[in-house]
């Protein structure tokens, strides 16, 4: 079966940092691609981050750009979002998401659309309090 399980998330003031990880149990990230993604209340799901685990250039949500920052460990099978200069806004239930990348399409056209992935992760909380 495969899982995707996500942790690290937790209570930050603005201005605060997180790491949050995504493991995958049950497979590997070898042949996919890895979203991040948030949904706060009320809100639909928001693309944040995108990384091809074998390798290629990150994508970020502009409202993350220069503070977040998608990377891989592929020892721990494990792909990480680290989150800087927190704000209120960012709070939010945060899920990591995978997919085999199309070949057919420039990767900016899907990478952020939550509707294009497989398979997801049961999500982690991130609150930051003003």
């Known amino acids: 079966e495969v899982q995707l399980v996500e942790s690290g998330g937790g209570l930050v003031q603005a201005g605060g940092s997180l790491t949050l990880s995504c493991t995958a149990d049950?497979?590997?990230?070898?042949?996919?691609?890895i979203g991040w993604f948030r949904q706060a209340p009320g809100k639909e799901r928001e693309g944040v981050s995108y990384i091809n685990y074998s390798g290629g250039s990150a994508h970020y949500a502009d409202s993350v750009k220069g503070r977040f920052i998608i990377f891989s460990d592929h020892a721990k099978n494990t792909v990480f979002l680290q989150m800087n200069s927190l704000k209120p806004e960012d709070t939010a239930v945060y899920f990591c998401?995978?997919?085999?990348?199309?070949?057919?399409?420039?990767?900016?056209?899907?990478?952020?659309?939550?509707?294009?992935?497989?398979?997801w992760g049961q999500g982690t909380q991130v609150t930051v309090s003003s």
């Open positions: 049950g497979f590997t990230f070898d042949d996919y691609g």
């Open positions: 998401a995978a997919v085999v990348p199309p070949t057919s399409r420039n990767v900016v056209q899907w990478a952020l659309n939550a509707d294009e992935y497989d398979y």
